[in-house]
């Protein structure tokens, strides 16, 4: 287990740097606010702030008189440890069972199709019995040309059905695998730097940054130590750390170190906003940011502040509150807001402050140092870094699909042109950092570039977002990225839009796609055709948006077929978006 006391780290304050050039206010407030009647805690049982696990053989354990009511998958856990098949190395016995072995098997069964999430491993029963995805983590996006390869050579072994995907979290998953390969495939994962460990089902998910951070001439802080620290912490170095293994749900956490919040603070569990108090440098904090398919929450304001030093110890302290406390019955109602709800914001501050190593928090800074005026920066092309003489290239990836050739290209020209280095984007897109300004040309006419993934990809193509859809994943109503790619390429025909426009598109209502934070987003339904039989349909959204003024979208549309999708977001961008149609725009020529 990991001491307190231990988890002080000491960083310098970093420089601000602002434009001078006047922009649009895009940051997520967080200054201290005196409590009032609606951030005042509830009248609170005392009994309901006795923390509902216990640890028991080296993992935390829901308590006997805690088990009424609980959802399936908390009985799952309570019935084998699901960190054992990792830190007991259960997973080689599995591996080598036959799935039809398994299915005969209630617990094996379980293990392949619930517990195994713990090692980032989720079985494809629905539309690829015995395959899986495997989601790594990836701290701040940044990952390495030598880890690009080995991926490229996992997922090249399973044909057609081998691919990997950039995600929302800047993460990679690979699909395909086949579980008599998982051993192998995490000691080569351990060989070049990565694991898989901790990062799906009720798990911390992976630490997001600035896909600029270190790099950008205008950064607040570079957040790539403060995401390394959080993740290694959290797996307790790629061992394991059953401290943060059975939380009751989920949990997101993102550093913000921009003034364009590249890290979209506003739907994490728990966000660093970077502000200086009393001629100190730290972070205040948003928390409970979250989706879900019954309710979507934007993070609030904690009321409090952290010097740089005490961002392990206050993760740690929120973690322990919402595992100790966060209710564990219908799972709509499991994720950390709704703890925050129950106890009030000034009554779930309380929790964690007692939690914290001197058992005290500050109130919030009024020293936010995210420039409230900035205008958020496209990263496609060529921009100049921090470092003379050096520059990034931001490149499209059509919806954040990869093959095994793609990511080997990738990886031959961060090392031709680059350091080896690449940065992967919640918005799925992938950068190539410290290029030697001289070589930017030759990079930009290499033909990867033209024919595959664009440094200067088309005006709605470049906010393209879309979650894995029914392909791979069985909870999917609809297919999405291909269909992502075919409705934009018609829109852009029939439209003309003047600025960029963010669409995103989900399978279903889990929301892996973030829709509702979308200009327009489109969330995967079954609707009716016109011969009254079920069709692939979706719920449009729109009006979503990112920074200070941070919006949910809400339903603009709701079961309309895919079919007809094309002239009705047509019409939604010259109605709400200022886009005029293409006829027009000629006969304006």
Same mark, same amino acid.
């Given at each position: 287990?990991?001491?307190?006391?231990?988890?002080?780290?000491?960083?310098?304050?970093?420089?601000?740097?602002?434009?001078?050039?006047?922009?649009?206010?895009?940051?997520?407030?967080?200054?201290?606010?005196?409590?009032?009647?609606?951030? !005042?805690?509830?009248?609170?049982?005392?009994?309901?702030?006795?923390?509902? @696990?216990? +640890?028991? &053989?080296?993992?935390? =354990? %829901? #308590?006997?008189?805690?088990?009424?009511?609980?959802?399936?998958?908390?009985?799952?856990?309570?019935?084998?440890?699901?960190?054992?098949?990792?830190?007991?190395?259960?997973?080689?016995?599995?591996?080598?069972?036959?799935?039809?072995?398994?299915?005969?098997?209630?617990?094996?069964?379980?293990?392949?199709?619930?517990?195994?999430?713990?090692?980032?491993?989720?079985?494809?029963?629905?539309?690829?019995?015995?395959?899986?995805?495997?989601?790594?983590?990836?701290?701040?996006?940044?990952?390495?040309?030598?880890?690009?390869?080995?991926?490229?050579?996992?997922?090249?072994?399973?044909?057609?059905?081998?691919? !990997?995907?950039?995600?929302?979290?800047?993460?990679?998953?690979?699909?395909? @695998?086949? +579980?008599? &390969?998982?051993?192998? =495939? %995490? #000691?080569?994962?351990?060989?070049?730097?990565?694991?898989?460990?901790?990062?799906?089902?009720?798990?911390?998910?992976?630490?997001?940054?600035?896909?600029?951070?270190?790099?950008?001439?205008?950064?607040?802080?570079?957040?790539?130590?403060?995401?390394?620290?959080?993740?290694?912490?959290?797996?307790?170095?790629?061992?394991?750390?059953?401290?943060?293994?059975?939380?009751?749900?989920?949990?997101?956490?993102?550093?913000?170190?921009?003034?364009?919040?590249?890290?979209?603070?506003?739907?994490?569990?728990?966000?660093?906003?970077?502000?200086?108090?009393?001629?100190?440098?730290?972070?205040?904090?948003?928390?409970?940011?979250?989706?879900?398919?019954?309710?979507?929450?934007?993070?609030?304001?904690?009321?409090?502040?952290?010097?740089?030093?005490?961002?392990?110890?206050?993760?740690?302290?929120?973690?322990?509150?919402?595992?100790?406390?966060?209710?564990?019955?219908?799972?709509?109602?499991?994720?950390?807001?709704?703890?925050?709800?129950?106890?009030?914001?000034?009554?779930?501050?309380?929790?964690?402050?007692?939690?914290?190593?001197?058992?005290?928090?500050?109130?919030?800074?009024?020293?936010?140092?995210?420039?409230?005026?900035?205008?958020?920066?496209?990263?496609?092309?060529?921009?100049?870094?921090?470092?003379?003489?050096?520059?990034?290239?931001?490149?499209?990836?059509?919806?954040?699909?990869?093959?095994?050739?793609?990511?080997?290209?990738?990886?031959?020209?961060?090392?031709?042109?680059?350091?080896?280095?690449?940065?992967?984007?919640?918005?799925?897109?992938?950068?190539?950092?410290?290029?030697?300004?001289?070589?930017?040309?030759?990079?930009?006419?290499?033909?990867?570039?033209?024919?595959?993934?664009?440094?200067?990809?088309?005006?709605?193509?470049?906010?393209?977002?879309?979650?894995?859809?029914?392909?791979?994943?069985?909870?999917?109503?609809?297919?999405?990225?291909?269909?992502?790619?075919?409705?934009?390429?018609?829109?852009?025909?029939?439209?003309?839009?003047?600025?960029?426009?963010?669409?995103?598109?989900?399978?279903?209502?889990?929301?892996?796609?973030?829709?509702?934070?979308?200009?327009?987003?489109?969330?995967?339904?079954?609707?009716?055709?016109?011969?009254?039989?079920?069709?692939?349909?979706?719920?449009?959204?729109?009006?979503?948006?990112?920074?200070?003024?941070?919006?949910?979208?809400?339903?603009?549309?709701?079961?309309?077929?895919?079919?007809?999708?094309?002239?009705?977001?047509?019409?939604?961008?010259?109605?709400?978006?200022?886009?005029?149609?293409?006829?027009?725009?000629?006969?304006?020529?």
């Amino acid at each position: 287990m990991t001491s307190s006391s231990s988890l002080s780290l000491h960083f310098t304050a970093p420089h601000t740097l602002l434009s001078s050039k006047p922009r649009k206010s895009v940051i997520v407030a967080a200054q201290a606010a005196p409590p009032s009647e609606s951030t !005042a805690s509830p009248a609170v049982d005392t009994e309901r702030l006795e923390p509902r @696990v216990e +640890l028991r &053989d080296g993992f935390f =354990i %829901l #308590k006997e008189k805690f088990r009424k009511g609980i959802n399936p998958q908390e009985k799952v856990k309570i019935e084998s440890e699901p960190m054992k098949l990792f830190m007991e190395n259960g997973i080689e016995e599995l591996a080598n069972k036959s799935m039809e072995e398994i299915d005969s098997e209630k617990s094996s069964k379980e293990d392949v199709d619930v517990r195994l999430k713990w090692l980032g491993l989720f079985h494809r029963r629905k539309h690829q019995y015995g395959k899986f995805m495997m989601r790594l983590k990836l701290p701040n996006g940044v990952t390495t040309s030598a880890q690009t390869r080995y991926l490229a050579s996992v997922i090249r072994k399973y044909g057609e059905d081998g691919c !990997a995907d950039v995600t929302t979290r800047q993460n990679w998953q690979i699909r395909g @695998v086949v +579980l008599p &390969d998982v051993p192998e =495939i %995490l #000691k080569g994962l351990a060989s070049v730097g990565l694991t898989s460990l901790q990062s799906g089902m009720d798990n911390v998910r992976n630490p997001v940054g600035s896909p600029i951070a270190g790099i950008d001439p205008d950064e607040i802080v570079d957040t790539r130590a403060y995401t390394n620290l959080l993740s290694q912490f959290i797996t307790a170095n790629s061992r394991g750390n059953p401290d943060f293994t059975n939380l009751p749900r989920k949990w997101n956490v993102c550093v913000v170190g921009t003034h364009d919040l590249y890290e979209h603070p506003h739907i994490n569990d728990l966000a660093y906003m970077p502000a200086n108090k009393d001629g100190r440098f730290g972070f205040n904090l948003l928390v409970g940011g979250f989706f879900s398919p019954k309710r979507c929450e934007e993070a609030i304001p904690l009321d409090a502040w952290v010097p740089a030093e005490d961002v392990l110890p206050l993760c740690k302290a929120v973690l322990e509150a919402y595992r100790d406390l966060g209710t564990r019955g219908n799972r709509q109602k499991t994720r950390m807001m709704w703890l925050i709800d129950e106890l009030g914001v000034e009554g779930f501050r309380a929790e964690v402050e007692k939690r914290m190593p001197n058992g005290k928090l500050e109130r919030a800074s009024s020293e936010d140092l995210v420039n409230k005026q900035w205008e958020r920066r496209d990263y496609f092309g060529v921009h100049p870094q921090k470092q003379e003489g050096l520059s990034y290239i931001g490149l499209h990836v059509p919806v954040g699909r990869l093959q095994a050739d793609d990511m080997d290209e990738l990886a031959r020209l961060a090392d031709t042109y680059g350091t080896g280095e690449l940065r992967l984007t919640v918005e799925q897109n992938i950068i190539i950092p410290n290029v030697e300004t001289s070589k930017t040309q030759a990079l930009l006419q290499e033909p990867f570039l033209k024919n595959r993934f664009s440094p200067e990809p088309s005006i709605l193509m470049k906010g393209l977002v879309a979650c894995t859809g029914n392909q791979f994943c069985g909870q999917a109503i609809i297919e999405t990225k291909l269909r992502a790619l075919k409705v934009t390429e018609e829109v852009e025909r029939l439209v003309a839009v003047p600025k960029p426009i963010r669409m995103h598109w989900t399978g279903c209502p889990n929301t892996c796609g973030q829709v509702q934070v979308a200009d327009i987003g489109f969330m995967g339904c079954l609707t009716r055709g016109e011969n009254g039989k079920p069709v692939e349909g979706a719920d449009v959204y729109v009006g979503g948006r990112i920074g200070s003024d941070s919006h949910i979208g809400e339903i603009y549309k709701k079961g309309v077929r895919v079919t007809e999708l094309v002239p009705l977001v047509a019409e939604i961008l010259i109605k709400e978006f200022g886009a005029v149609p293409r006829e027009r725009e000629e006969n304006e020529d």
